[in-house]
């Protein structure tokens, strides 16, 4: 497990000023920094703000955008849609599982740098099979096309 930093985390919490009652926003902060959310962090952030730690992990566990698993440097979405089902992502994402050294049962590469996720939709239909990195969506993706990208991406690193 990572360690937090309090300071960093004290921050978020005067930006928001203390206030429970702006605990997503204050979640959302801290998922930015750590791309999910330390066990630890959520621990402190419940003391501070007055609020039962099974409260806030109601909360953490309640809305699909919040991750309490570490995630790699690049969150790779793959859309399984019908449009991009029709249009091959399921090579797409063989591809990737493979340059990224991912699996559907383990989808964090062991090197840190990619954590990969299969979704329902990305709204980006017409420019199908797409793959998102972070929030940067890439179209009318081939296999080559997704080993290049993650080639890339291990480049920039």
């Given at each position: ?97 493979d340059a990224t050294g991912t699996s ?54």
């Amino acid at each position: 497990m990572e360690t937090v930093d309090l300071k960093f985390i004290d921050s978020v919490l005067a930006k928001h000023g203390g206030d429970k009652a702006k605990i997503i926003a204050i979640m959302q902060d801290l998922q930015e920094q750590y791309r999910y959310l330390p066990q630890d962090a959520l621990e402190y952030i419940a003391k501070k703000v007055g609020m039962s730690e099974s409260k806030l992990y109601g909360v953490a566990t309640f809305y699909g955008n919040f991750s309490l698993d570490a995630k790699g440097k690049y969150v790779v979405k793959v859309c399984r849609g019908t449009a991009c089902h029709v249009r091959k992502s399921s090579s797409v994402l063989q591809a990737l599982y493979d340059a990224t050294g991912t699996s559907e049962h383990s989808p964090n590469s062991k090197d840190g740098l990619f954590t990969l996720e299969i979704v329902s939709c990305l709204g980006a239909c017409g420019l199908s099979p797409v793959v998102m990195v972070n929030d940067v969506v890439h179209a009318a993706m081939t296999p080559d096309k997704a080993r290049d990208l993650v080639k890339q991406l291990r480049e920039e690193a």
